[in-house]
């Protein structure tokens, strides 16, 4: 099991955003978290990857607990995330964007005299993670001309370039038409898949959940209601009811 | 432009500076004593702007206190001089780039724990600080006469206002062609990411208030560099050097010249210090006619003057190979 969350809460005010909840994902696996809007999702993927410290309950990554260690030394023990809405360097090129985390991850990001793309491993790295995300074609433009899609992503890709073990992705199809959720949903997979790498996709269509996932976790109103495989959760009458229904 | 082209683009930048350097070093064969002085000036407050500019910039923090590190390199040479007796410029230019490195890197320590505008206000707090202490240690600092600062020597030759130009000459090109290294270098690029979005910064794991911490030092000891310049320059230290006014002057600089672009800054400075110096010399409302040119100029070039420049030529030559689908 890469990642233990156990008695994990969190409230804003009178809001239990996320209300003491116990799971756990193996290695290798796909698992998505669905849930109505309001659920706690982000909150919870927040809590994991350092934004938000809990407050009460532990988080196991690898055995080790990292809860309230801040998200820059998360990160760097591997675990990647992604946003809601896209949080990339508007102002670089996509192949900066991408970079960073390179330098970053390699320790290189006190080096200060020698020219950023004389590092020919990283260059190279950074180059086949945006072929991998379809952007290689666009790596020398300024990602504030980039359309939607492509700055999800990005973001994504970055979160990718940290070489991590677990990423944490939060709706990596928000705000993308229906026709490219396909596409993008198929370009994270085969990331996925081809890195090796364990995922948590937060995600509203239920399509898309019962293709990829290998297990789906439903939460409502800070809670988990309902957990296990697709065909599990497909017939579920109550989880059907909390998805359609909103805020029941 | 053929012979532009024969030429392998990594000479650009050694060619560049070489000429810049050729230029910088005969302009004494046929300028006057006072535009040596006034270039010298443009020069300091150009090497100021561009260690500004790391912060303000490339990492995007906004500090309404520069004037404190230009302060403490100004004064470290001017009181060490003046007090201590201490000649050999040599000795004061490494003693002024060690105080601003101490007192940038104290001061920023406690800075980058705070945000926007809490940041910029404790900035200005911090320079208001040293504006007061520069009037109170009395004894020390003369108060509001301040010091005056007698010539120092470098290796042994009287550092008088042509030995003095030529030295900061020198040091702007160094520091210039560093800024250039640093800006380009991964480095650099952390700080730009962080500038652009703080918080994913922190998710590929960058110590975001570390880097900060970094940039911070280092436009301090630029700051601290242009200081020791500016002491012998005028042979006189006093404390509106620290004053809020004075940080301001940095911040248009930058900003006329274009805080997005590399060589803005020193565009900035150049203009400012002979637009300052010529208006003075017909107005005493100096400082009016000063504020209204540079609301003229951000009205006009809101990316300031190179990059304002930059985007009317890629626009109108380089539109075609810009806009790529
Ligand atoms: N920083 C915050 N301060 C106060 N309340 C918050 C904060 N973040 C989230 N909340 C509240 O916590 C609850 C859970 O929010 P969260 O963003 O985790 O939901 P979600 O499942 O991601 O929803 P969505 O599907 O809309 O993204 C909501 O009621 C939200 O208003
Ligand atoms: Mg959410």
Known sequence: ?248 | MHILRSIPKEYYIPISLGLLFLFLISFPLIASRYLIFLLSLALIYAIWALGYNFLFGYTGLLSFGHAAYLGVGAYTVGLLIARVGIKSFEILFLAAVLTSLGISALIGYLCVKYTEVYFALLTLAFGEFFYALAFKLYDITGGSDGVSVPYPYLFGYLMDTKLLYYVVAVLFVILLYFAWKVVNSPFGKTLQAIREDPVKAEFVGIHVKRYQWYSFILSGVYSGIAGALYAPLFAHIYPDLFHWTTSGEVLFVTLIGGHRMFLGPVLGAIIYAFLRSYITAYTIYWPFVLGLSVAVIALIFPNGIIGSAYSFIKERYFSKTVVSK
């Not at chain 1, 809001?15 to 193996?26: E, Q, S």
């Not at chain 1, 309230?68 to 809405?85: A, C, E, T």
């Open chain 1, 1 to 248: 099991m890469i990642l233990r969350v156990e008695d994990l809460a969190k409230y804003f005010g009178e809001v239990r955003a996320v209300d003491h909840i116990t799971f756990g994902i193996d290695s290798g696996t796909i698992t998505s978290i669905v849930g109505p809007n309001g659920a706690g999702k982000t909150t919870l993927i927040n809590l994991i990857s350092g934004a938000l410290k809990p407050d009460s309950g532990d988080i196991y990554y690898n055995n080790i607990n990292i809860k309230g260690m801040p998200p820059y030394k998360i990160s760097k023990l591997g675990i990647g995330r992604s946003f809601q809405i896209p949080h990339i360097y508007l102002n670089l090129t996509t192949l900066d964007n991408v970079l960073v985390s390179l330098y970053s991850i390699k320790g290189l990001t006190r080096s200060m005299v020698r020219d950023s793309y004389s590092f020919k491993d990283e260059l190279s790295r950074a180059e086949a993670i945006l072929n991998m995300f379809g952007l290689l074609e666009k790596k020398d433009m300024y990602v504030y001309e980039l359309p939607h899609g492509d700055r999800k992503l990005l973001d994504i890709a970055m979160a990718f370039a940290l070489n991590p073990k677990l990423v944490l992705l939060d709706e990596p199809t928000s705000g993308v038409s229906s026709r490219e959720k396909r596409r993008v949903m198929k370009i994270v997979d085969d990331a996925i898949r081809e890195q090796g790498v364990t995922a948590l996709i937060v995600e509203h269509d239920m399509d898309i959940v019962f293709s990829y996932s290998d297990k789906i976790i439903v939460m409502h109103q800070g809670k988990i209601i309902a957990e296990g495989v697709p065909d599990e959760i497909k017939g579920d009458k109550t989880v059907e009811s909390v998805l359609l229904g909103g805020e029941t």
